[in-house]
C-alpha cells in the first residue's frame, strides 16, 4: 500500500532561538517523533543540546535563515526579537504557520497598544512621546506615579523607568533622549497580576490553560501559582480579552497575555507571539504542556483539551539561586527541577525553574515554602 506523503505531519522544525523556551519547544516535538534543527549564534547553545542540527550565525543573517528554512518542513521561533523581513521570507515559502503580523505587534509596544486599544479591550491610560519636549506634556496629562517604557526591545524591567516624582522629570528625559520614542504608562495600582497562556489551532480553535498568578521581583518572573486567586468573574474577563486578540491577531500557536487585576477589573499589560515563563508549570500539572500544544498547532494536528491534573507553584532559578538549586536536586522529592543547559552563570539570569504540585493549593505553597526555605 502506498502513503500518500503529502498528508503527513512534518519531519524537521526549525527554531529560530536556541534559549531555554526553544530547548523546551524541542523536547516536546522530539518526544513526538519530530527532528529539530535550530538557528542561534551561541555554539552549543540550550535547544542545541537537543536538536539534531545546529546552524550557528546571527538571527537576522538571510543566509542563515534561508538553511533554516530549506531544512525544516515548518519553522517556528521562541523569542518575539525576530527580523521582520526573515518572518515575511519564511512565511512566503509557506513554512511560518504563525505568519509575522503577531510579531510586528508585539515587537512594538506602541503598536501593541494600539491593538489593544482598537479591539475595546482595557489597557491602562498611556502618551506616545515623540521627544523630550513632549515628556513634560505627558507627565502633566497622567500625573505621577507613572512608567516610562521603550517601544522596541527590553525585557525583564529592561527599557523602563518608573517615575514617582517630579525630581524624576530630567531622568525621563534622558531616557527619551537615549531611546527615542517611548510610552508613558499610567502605574496601576493592582491588587495582582496575571496572565493568560492559550494556544490556538490553524483552524481557529482555541485551548486555554488556567489562569496563572505571577509574583515579580526586581521586574523578574519569581514565582507562578495555578490556578489564580482571582473571581469567576476576572477569569473570564482574561479569556475573553485574550480570545478577541486571538482572532484580531490570527494567532498560530502558544501566547501569552500578562495582565494586572484590580478588584474585579482587568488591565492588559503585554503579549507574548510564544510560550511563556509563566506557563512552565503545564509540563507537569497538565495532561499536556505549553510547548506540545504549540507543536501541535505549528503542525496543524488539533488540540488536547487542558486539564489541570493538580494545583501547581512555579518558582524560576536564577544564577544567583543555582548552587542551591543544584544542591536541592540531590535532597528534594517534592520539586521537579528544570536546568536549562546554559554555558554561563549570571546574575538574574533565568538558569531553570523547579515546579511542585499537590492535591491542594494550600498543600502545594506550604511544600513550595518548606523545600525553598
Known amino acids: 500500500m502506498q502513503i ?8 524537521t522544525i526549525g527554531i529560530i532561538g536556541g534559549g531555554q523556551l526553544g530547548r523546551m519547544m524541542a523536547l516536546a516535538a522530539r518526544q513526538m517523533g519530530y527532528r529539530i534543527a535550530v538557528l542561534d549564534p551561541t555554539p552549543n547553545c540550550p535547544t542545541a543540546q537537543i536538536a539534531d542540527e545546529q546552524i550557528t550565525a546571527p538571527y537576522a543573517d538571510a543566509d542563515a535563515i534561508q538553511k533554516l528554512t530549506d531544512v525544516s518542513d515548518v519553522v517556528t521561533y521562541e523569542f518575539e526579537n525576530v527580523s521582520l523581513q526573515s518572518a515575511v521570507y519564511i512565511a512566503s515559502r509557506e513554512k511560518l504557520p504563525q505568519g509575522s503580523r ?13 491593538v489593544m486599544t482598537e479591539a475595546g479591550l482595557p489597557v491602562p491610560p498611556y502618551v506616545i512621546v515623540h521627544d523630550e519636549r513632549e515628556v513634560a506634556e505627558a507627565l502633566q496629562a497622567l500625573e505621577l506615579p507613572v512608567v516610562l517604557k521603550t517601544c522596541s526591545g527590553g525585557y525583564d524591567g529592561k ?14 528625559v534622558e531616557f527619551v533622549a537615549r531611546n527615542g520614542t ?14 493568560i497562556v492559550f494556544t490556538r489551532a490553524q483552524t481557529g480553535e482555541i ?25 469567576g468573574t476576572v477569569a473570564e474577563k482574561a479569556r475573553n480579552a485574550a480570545g478577541i486578540l486571538a482572532e484580531k491577531l490570527q494567532v498560530v500557536g502558544t501566547f501569552a497575555i500578562e495582565m494586572f487585576v484590580k478588584g474585579d477589573d482587568i488591565y492588559l ?40 491534573l493538580e494545583p501547581a507553584v512555579m ?30 552563570v549570571k546574575e538574574n539570569r533565568k538558569m531553570g525553574h523547579i515546579t511542585y504540585t499537590a492535591e491542594s493549593l494550600e498543600a502545594v505553597k506550604e511544600k513550595q515554602h518548606v523545600h525553598q526555605k
Open 315 to 344: 518558582v524560576n532559578i536564577l544564577g544567583q539561586d543555582m548552587k542551591q538549586a543544584l544542591e536541592q536536586m540531590e535532597t528534594d522529592g517534592a520539586g521537579y527541577v528544570h536546568i536549562y543547559g546554559k554555558d554561563k
Open 102 to 114: 503577531a510579531l510586528e505587534v508585539t515587537q512594538n509596544r506602541e503598536l501593541e497598544k494600539q
Open 207 to 231: 485551548s486555554f490553560f488556567p489562569t496563572a498568578e505571577n509574583e515579580h521581583r526586581n521586574h523578574i518572573l519569581y514565582r507562578t501559582t495555578v490556578p489564580a486567586s482571582v473571581s
Open 159 to 172: 527599557g523602563q523607568l518608573k517615575l514617582e516624582t517630579w525630581e524624576q522629570a530630567d531622568a525621563a
Open 269 to 308: 499589560n503585554e503579549m507574548a507571539p510564544r510560550p511563556h515563563n509563566s506557563g512552565h508549570y503545564s509540563i507537569e500539572a497538565c495532561n499536556i504542556s505549553q510547548f506540545s500544544q504549540h507543536i501541535r498547532a505549528i503542525c496543524n494536528l488539533p488540540l488536547m483539551k487542558v486539564k489541570l
Open 182 to 195: 517611548c510610552i508613558l504608562e499610567k502605574w496601576i495600582s493592582f491588587d495582582k497580576e496575571i496572565s
Open 4 to 11: 500518500n506523503r503529502k498528508i503527513l505531519p512534518p519531519r
